[in-house]
């Protein structure tokens, strides 16, 4: 299905990828095989016109009246999001989250590998600890550009995050995984991605405590 | 502005609402401070009217032509997702990251508090870890209640992940958040709410190399 990714979607269609491929995967646990778009609307909110007009971006995937393969969109769009290149990471932060992210280090996805941790902590920076040795950010730009690093992740706390980020950004790294929910301030051009699991937490008891009767079908 | 609880939104608004939120947090971090609805349908891709009228839910948050103003959005929006009640939640796993979730215990909201904590490693049953007990998951449902628990959170990877959900869903809980990304099989009245991290990583990862000189604002 490489052709898929020959194509340059619209960036619109494109924004909404995760968000169907999220779905898709949600239905598919429930056991449904086939989906129309006028219900897959309902579920999305994104009218059923766009979603027919994001499909076709991708070829032959229904036919009228008959609905999706949801396995196949599936398919299909994982294989888009899927990155060919191996992709190197930076972990910054090495308290338990850290260990955590370094240890599983996405072992599913042999495209994504963290290569490199860094750590203002004086008792860790030097250290080799469960195969990674530990820099101190001020080695960062250096070790990031000697190990081909283009996508950093921070676990650094709220209250240091600013200034990890900057590191981080100064180095010319333009793809962080941010798991501080306290919004940074970043160039243009840098790409953050937000893991705010409070805030995860909560819209997952405001659906049971408001709406018990019918399940979730996570959109955010 | 307790009262925009009172009233219970429509539930296909309050699937929205942390969309909403998201995105307007990221405005917000970008120094945005009024968002007008047609603009704020291109970065949600919700329908400005959709937008306009899950709004209006809220009272009288924007004037026409004027715009939103985003922290007063954010504010009511933050409002409406707390919860007033303590919030017990039984962690199980508690591996690397059990263990950072259980440190950090998500101390910056102060009604979300992980009380009790299971795994099923009979080395660490019966021991007491940073300020934990830890529980064999026999005791489940006989520990989650005595401690009031509502909530779960696994940590337990995607092959033993179905097994742990079956015992958590046997207790009576109906809200759960999963770090294992393998979709689960849960009754209808079941909140299930996945936290995937590879696919987090892999949408950044796509938008980095595909959008780079447009930054990325999160939709999924």
Do not use: W
């Not at 937490?201 to 955010?220: A, E, G, W």
Request: hydrophobic share 40%; proline share 4%; aromatic share 8%.
């Amino acid at each position: 299905m490489e052709e898929h990714k020959e194509k340059k979607l619209p960036r619109a269609t494109a924004k909404r990828l995760p968000l169907y491929l999220r779905n898709l995967k949600i239905l598919e646990s429930t056991g449904e095989t086939r989906i129309k778009s006028k219900d897959f609307s309902e579920i999305t909110q994104i009218p059923a016109a766009t979603i027919r007009r994001d499909f076709s971006y991708l070829g032959e995937l229904g036919r009228s009246g008959y609905g999706y393969d949801v396995s196949y969109l599936i398919e299909v769009f994982s294989d888009i999001l899927a990155t060919d290149d191996e992709k190197r990471i930076a972990l910054v932060g090495f308290g338990n989250l850290g260990k955590a992210l370094a240890n599983n280090n996405f072992r599913r996805n042999e495209n994504l590998k963290i290569t490199c941790v860094f750590d203002n902590n004086p008792e860790l920076i030097g250290k080799e600890i469960a195969g990674f040795m530990i820099h101190s950010m001020e080695e960062f730009k250096t070790v990031a550009e000697k190990n081909g690093v283009t996508v950093a992740i921070s676990t650094v706390p709220s209250q240091h995050s600013q200034e990890a980020i900057n590191t981080i950004v100064d180095a010319g790294i333009t793809a962080i995984m941010n798991f501080a929910p306290d919004r940074v301030i970043v160039p243009k051009h840098v790409n953050m991605r937000y893991i705010d699991l409070t805030t995860e937490l909560l819209t997952l008891i405001f659906f049971d405590n408001h709406y018990q009767k019918r399940p979730l079908v996570t959109i955010s």
